[in-house]
Nanobody, 121 residues
Framework: QVQLAESGGGLVQAGGSLRLFCAAS????????MGWYRQAAGKQRELVAT???????NYADSVKGRFTISRDNAKNTVYLQMNSLKPEDTAVYYC???????????????WGKGTLVTVSS
């Protein structure tokens, strides 16, 4: 069974940095796009950044220039380096990956349980 495990969240002051990690485990044939989403209290989940298996990245306008997404295909891991953090970045951050679990199956989207990032002013 495929699982995504996030780590790296925590409390940081405005202007600080955090690095999030997400590792996929289980029966995996192929991982396509991986990404990070976030959900602040009382708001809908929103895209933060995605990266394809070939390394092409996409960012939400609100994090461009401050966040960097990267992945290690050999380790089935995706990272999110967050710099110049702002209080409005406070949210639960979720890892997402489009994974083919079996040779005979199509890819499915999987989600981690989330990691809380709190940015104090």
């Amino acid at each position: 069974q495929v699982q995504l495990a996030e780590s790296g969240g925590g409390l940081v002051q405005a202007g600080g940095s955090l690095r999030l990690f997400c590792a996929a485990s289980g029966s995996i044939v192929r991982i396509n796009a991986m990404g990070w989403y976030r959900q602040a209290a009382g708001k809908q989940r929103e895209l933060v950044a995605t990266v394809t298996s070939g390394g092409r990245t996409n960012y939400a306008d609100s994090v461009k220039g401050r966040f960097t997404i990267s992945r290690d295909n050999a380790k089935n891991t995706v990272y999110l380096q967050m710099n110049s953090l702002k209080p409005e970045d406070t949210a639960v951050y979720y890892c997402n990956a489009n994974i083919q679990e079996y040779v005979w199956s199509g890819p499915l989207d999987y989600w981690g349980k989330g990691t809380l990032v709190t940015v104090s002013s």
